[in-house]
């Protein structure tokens, strides 16, 4: 007999047990020979009949144990995953870290919402984050991740993980509205400030005959803490001159190679307003062929703020000109402005189409098509130096109009006649897809950088890439303790039209690029037994050069330099061998895993003064991912969820820096772990702890950033989250949660928030 449980031994019960992910609902899910089979609901767009790794999180779990602000929160507790999310909104650097990658590369995953690829494949890094911003946690039905680059149904990009957000669309009328709220005291160096965010959404939605339609609206206003902090080496200092003005407020301390240098102030405190809109339609021709259209919109202005710690004998801020520190002189004017304000004006804009049959019988097909276009984005900068360029005064406008990509697929799907549902049953995938990338920035000089109109070409940048590709896998149920998967990926990719400006010439790469590669998958499973399953897949996945990666430098006369347009592809072999049993109340898997790519593409010194992207020539990754989840776990109402990652990843060859070989890759921890506890104690109450943890990691190819607790540091972390939900009455819900519950200081280049107070309101009709 289950016991329940006094609220002071709940209360207990939850602070000393540690958890992890979050599995998909038992009620939409069942499983035979490892592989999830929806039953219930809308269907991930993932091939879920491939005996690998899918782990998932329903929406109405997201509700009940997530503080989710942003859409990728809801991956927040997932095995071996990592979403470096600075702030909320943060919109130019939240990438995606898998099991052997890390957060500098994020176009080594993908990520999709209702079929539409978010992830910005226009370049690798953290200024090319997934589009999270086109999904709102509200909005989400179900979110599922497949580890590996196991289907062929998936570009190379696929070799970390492909992420699927389904959203809602209704069966029946219904409406929906929140608000939430959250605070934080950032307390780093010299600077105490209160950071406040505040989110509405609203959703209505219904279904008549064959015909559904969704609307989703979204507005967010936050402001984050301080991002950036300029910085001098104490080595940089000279003897003062006669003069110059002495300065207090420089904070002393250590980089992240721990030598020693003077913080001086803070920029990039983003004061963030995001709007979202995003309409959904559906008609059903008929009970087996359904036709979808999407239209996302998201716009974005933000405003990136600088203060100075830095005061003259008067107690005014000094942001400018030479000063002297310490009895040393530095210049805050070069080698770049220590203190430089932005604007940042977005507005993007996405489609997606798409017409599908689902007889379930012989044959079923599938067209779509999405489109993301960057309509407007500006980038706002100043050169001259603060105070007076707070008024306006000269400057840069960044444009990117033109930039976007877009996306076709034709697939088919084939269940031979005569195939039985058990035994002897086959499904054959087949497809066509074909995507392509443009990139354009136009950078102009301006009179007045915060109002002005673009004025004469400072540089520019363009480029495109664009692959086509052919897929077929092939399902087989063998016999009822078999079940096997083999495909093919066959791609060909191009690249034209690189050319880089400057103010007085645009000069073409030159020698467009075009080449071809073919990728084979396989995955096998055996049931050992009634709750047990052993899986073994493997597949090789080629991760193509973006834009900006291949066509970067500077100009020289007429001769473009810095560069390497002729970069080789990642090319990677991973695999995976899994456990997996399942028990009354939950399940348990452990999955050994690993990599071996050759070419990886990263930033490293070509020269004493040039850094440039360059092929790793190998690194190698082993590791074990542990997943457990349980339901009641001896208290009715008390679930229970943990992930624990190992992973051993190295650079074992590279020519162009010898000092990296033996070394680990950057930004992949060796020990990650997550966890869940989460207690109903009635039909109105959750309550809910959390905890993530992520090991020792570095940030550069040699691991000489052995001071990750530091500005441009990566630094460990333990961090516990808390949310209680209440369940108010059939219509209203209210949530009070604490993310960084224990005030956990950590990095990854810049500081992430400190302990978070969220509280919400939500209505359902």
């Not at 929140?178 to 950032?186: D, G, H, L, N, V």
Request: aromatic fraction near 10%.
């Amino acid at each position: 007999m289950k016991l329940q449980p006094t609220p002071i031994a709940a209360a207990l019960l939850l602070a000393l047990s540690s958890g992890a992910r979050a599995q998909i609902d038992d009620d939409s899910q069942a499983k035979m020979l490892g592989v999830v089979t929806i039953l219930g609901g809308r269907p991930s767009s993932l091939p879920t009949q491939i005996p690998t790794t899918i782990e998932g999180v329903t929406g109405a779990q997201i509700e009940q144990t997530i503080n989710a602000s942003d859409s990728e929160d809801a991956l927040k507790y997932l095995p071996s995953l990592l979403v470096r999310k600075r702030y909320i909104g943060d919109y130019n650097h939240a990438v995606l870290s898998t099991r052997a990658s890390g957060t500098g590369n994020s176009a080594r995953s993908m990520v999709y919402a209702d079929g539409i690829l978010l992830s910005n494949y226009l370049g690798n890094g953290a200024g090319f984050a997934p589009r999270w911003g086109m999904v709102t946690p509200e909005e989400i039905a179900r979110v599922d991740v497949l580890y590996g680059p196991f289907s062929a149904a998936y570009a190379g990009n696929s070799v970390g993980a492909v992420v699927d957000y389904v959203t809602r669309m209704p069966t029946t009328f219904e409406a929906h509205a929140k608000i939430s709220y959250a605070t934080q005291k950032f307390d780093m160096y010299a600077t105490g400030e209160r950071d406040n965010g505040k989110q509405a959404s609203a959703s209505i939605g219904n279904r008549s005959g064959g015909f559904a339609w969704w609307i989703n609206l979204n507005r967010l206003d936050s402001n984050s803490q301080p991002l950036v902090f300029p910085t001098r080496a104490l080595s940089d200092g000279v003897a003062p001159a006669a003069g110059t003005p002495v300065v207090s407020g420089a904070v002393a301390g250590k980089n992240n190679k721990g030598r020693d240098w003077w913080l001086l102030g803070t920029t990039t405190g983003y004061h963030t307003v995001q709007d979202h809109a995003k309409l959904k339609l559906a008609y059903d021709f008929s009970p087996t062929l359904r036709a979808s259209y999407t239209l996302g919109w998201w716009k974005n202005d933000t405003d990136g703020k600088a203060d100075s710690y830095l005061r003259d004998a008067a107690g005014n801020p000094v942001y400018a000109g030479n000063v002297v520190i310490g009895g040393r002189q530095y210049n805050l004017n070069t080698p770049s402005l220590a203190f430089a304000p932005n604007l940042n004006q977005l507005e993007h804009v996405m489609h997606g189409l798409s017409v599908k049959s689902n007889t379930m019988g012989v044959f079923d097909w599938e067209l779509a098509a999405s489109r993301y276009d960057y309509r407007k984005d500006i980038l706002r900068a100043p050169t001259a130096t603060l105070p007076a360029s707070s008024a306006g005064g000269a400057g840069r406008i960044t444009d990117m109009d033109g930039t976007g990509w877009h996306n076709v697929n034709l697939r088919g799907t084939w269940r031979p006649a005569g195939a039985e549902r058990g035994a002897g049953a086959q499904v054959i995938e087949f497809g066509y897809q074909q995507d392509g990338y443009r990139l354009r920035t136009l950078v102009s000089t301006t009179g007045d950088w915060l109002h002005g109109a673009a004025g004469a070409r400072f540089s520019a940048f363009n480029g495109d890439t664009g692959l086509k590709s052919l897929f077929a896998q092939d399902t087989w149920t063998i016999t009822p303790e078999w079940k096997t998967t083999i495909g093919g990926r066959y791609e060909r990719w191009n690249a034209d039209g690189g050319e880089l400006g400057n103010s007085v010439a645009i000069v073409p790469f030159g020698g467009d690029r075009s080449e071809a590669h073919f990728s084979p998958k396989a995955a096998l499973a055996y049931q050992l037994a009634a709750d047990w399953v052993l899986k073994a897949s493997a597949g090789r996945a080629v991760r193509m050069p973006t834009v900006s990666e291949l066509y970067q430098g500077q100009i020289d006369g007429d001769t473009i330099i810095n560069t390497n347009p002729d970069l080789k592809p990642e090319k990677s072999w991973t695999g995976e061998l899994s456990a997996e049993r399942a028990t009354d109340d939950g399940s348990l898997r452990a999955t050994l895993f690993f990599e071996r790519t050759r070419d990886a593409l990263y930033s490293q010194a070509l020269t004493a003064t040039v850094t440039t992207v360059q092929n790793v020539d190998a690194i190698r990754t082993r590791g074990l991912e542990l997943s457990w989840q349980a339901d009641d776990v001896g208290i009715r109402g008390l679930d229970l969820n943990a992930s624990g990652t190992y992973t051993d990843s190295i650079i074992t060859a590279n020519r162009g820096n010898a000092a990296s070989v033996g070394k680990r890759q950057p930004r992949v921890p060796k020990w990650r772990a997550t966890g869940v506890a989460s207690y109903r104690w009635n039909d109105s109450v959750t309550y809910t702890l959390a905890a993530r943890y992520s090991g020792v990691q570095y940030g550069q190819l040699d691991n000489s950033d052995t001071n990750g607790f530091s500005y441009q540091g990566f630094s460990k972390f333990l961090v516990a989250d808390a949310r209680v939900r209440f369940k108010l009455d059939k219509q209203w819900s209210a949530a009070l949660g604490v993310d960084n519950l224990n005030n956990y200081r950590y990095w990854a280049t810049h500081p992430y928030s400190q302990r978070t107070f969220v509280a919400e309101l939500k209505f359902d009709l």
